[in-house]
């Protein structure tokens, strides 16, 4: 079974608006940690935002925030005021704290984001 | 600015050719992983080493494949003899365990992108 799923293999978003990728995760796991990376087309991963499974609160980071919704087992991420610059793959990830794969991440699938002017 | 560095960026070679692959994790990180990244086969988790010692290859091909670490600021990924499927995008990350938790993210490197021809 996958762990990580995003069902949404393209996105388009007017520039300006806001914008949500989904990812459910499968898992467990009591402890585990979820995460969100951004590829840009030059092909870096960059890390944008973490959230633990133990977290009260839903991450934030700037323009980035996770809702977790620990019950739907879904790790989805939003993007608010988007940019051209968001214009990317975004990858959900998860690691599993106790279980023998504790020291990876477990990438989905990925959301080629497109902001458009 | 810490980050993880990756050598060469881009490599082209022919079939049955020696690859190596060389990254630079950040400094004070004690965890280095290795990830191939494919169309068909997304992220993939190749090889993990903590504080220099691989404690995770699983993921790799042993009979072509090797990594080491042959110091703390320098993790290498070699391929002999490299064939046309080995052709992906390599992503060096790095993190920092403390007390046997390791720390919310790994940070990643540029990648390497392989063409075996």
């Known amino acids: 079974a996958q762990k990580i799923t995003q069902t949404q293999p393209g996105m388009f978003v007017q520039e300006k608006e806001a914008v949500t990728l989904d990812c459910t995760y499968d898992t467990s796991d009591p402890s585990y940690g979820l995460f969100w990376y951004k590829q840009p087309s030059s092909g870096e991963m960059i890390f944008l935002i973490y959230?633990?499974?133990?977290?009260?609160q839903n991450a934030t980071e700037g323009r980035y925030s996770l809702n977790f919704q620990k019950a739907r087992k879904s790790a989805n991420l939003v993007i608010s005021a988007s940019q051209l610059g968001d214009s990317a793959m975004y990858f959900c990830a998860m690691r599993e704290m106790l279980s023998g794969s504790a020291r990876q991440l477990t990438f989905g699938s990925g959301t080629q984001l497109t902001v458009l002017p | 600015d810490a980050r993880v560095t990756q050598t060469p960026r881009h490599k082209v070679t022919e079939m049955g050719q020696e690859v190596t692959m060389r990254c630079q994790p950040i400094l004070g990180h004690n965890t280095v992983f290795w990830y191939r990244q494919t169309m068909m086969q997304g992220l993939e988790l190749l090889a993990y080493?903590?504080?220099?010692?691989?404690?995770?290859d699983s993921g790799m091909p042993k009979d072509r494949f090797s990594a080491e670490m042959p110091d703390a600021t320098l993790a290498t990924l070699k391929i002999q003899p490299s064939e046309p499927r080995d052709s992906a995008v390599y992503f060096c990350a790095s993190g920092l365990v403390i007390g046997g938790r390791m720390g919310e993210t790994q940070y990643f490197g540029p990648g390497t992108r392989l063409l075996v021809l």
């Open positions: 080493f903590r504080n220099r010692a691989p404690l995770d």
């Open positions: 959230q633990g499974s133990y977290d009260q």
